[in-house]
């Protein structure tokens, strides 16, 4: 990969919604690990990582779920299989940190920074244990593709009630509020498409 050529391609293309954002996800955590980052940078968007995203999420789809939650070698808690994971618990956003092998995704800090500039919240970056996701009190997933989905239960452990909680509509209410530009201090966050 020494002294070759590169380039860079952009495109768009509409996709519709990747995650249903309403009724809530059924999650399972992947018997698949999250590459390390030993093993391929999981910080950046590379594509042969795209594999091992593959590999789970289709164990997810094949055994009824809508989407997997991966583990990293150290056994706790990563991400989706292309999205980034917050929890609350006892009231506080929990995230992994960028070093629990997961992508730093420019969804999940707007999200941390919108928490709390907006809403006075600050979000715990910590590691994060299989068992917490089971008794969050709620749980969503968040990236380009994904928005913000909230999950309804994980491993067919149903959260909370099994509907989006009071501070992830909080929170998914400003993000489109800040991505559809219906606010005005974020207008420069946004492109027009």
């Known amino acids: 990969l020494t002294g070759l050529p590169d380039d860079f391609l952009l495109f768009a293309a509409p996709m519709g919604d990747y995650l249903d954002v309403e009724k809530g996800l059924k999650v399972c955590v992947s018997s698949w690990r999250r590459v390390d980052d030993n093993m391929m940078p999981t ?7 795209y594999v091992n995203c593959a590999l789970a999420k289709s164990e997810a789809l094949d055994n009824g779920f809508d989407e997997a939650i991966f583990l990293n070698s150290s056994g706790h808690v990563a991400e989706g299989s292309a999205e980034n ?3 609350v618990r006892d009231g506080a956003l929990i995230t992994p940190p960028v070093t629990a092998d997961i992508l730093e995704g420019i969804t999940r800090a707007t999200l941390i920074e919108l928490a709390r500039r907006e809403l006075g919240i600050e979000t715990i970056e910590r590691p994060i244990d299989r068992t917490e996701l089971y008794i969050a009190e709620e749980a969503f997933l968040v990236g380009t593709g994904a928005q913000w989905s909230p999950i309804a239960s994980v491993d067919h452990r149903i959260l909370g009630d099994g509907r989006p909680g009071p501070l992830s509509r909080k929170i998914q209410k400003l993000y489109f509020d800040v991505v559809r530009g219906r606010l005005e201090s974020y207008r420069p966050w946004c492109t027009p498409v």
């Open 43 to 49: 910080r950046a968007k590379i594509t042969g990582g």
């Open 85 to 87: 994971l917050f929890i």
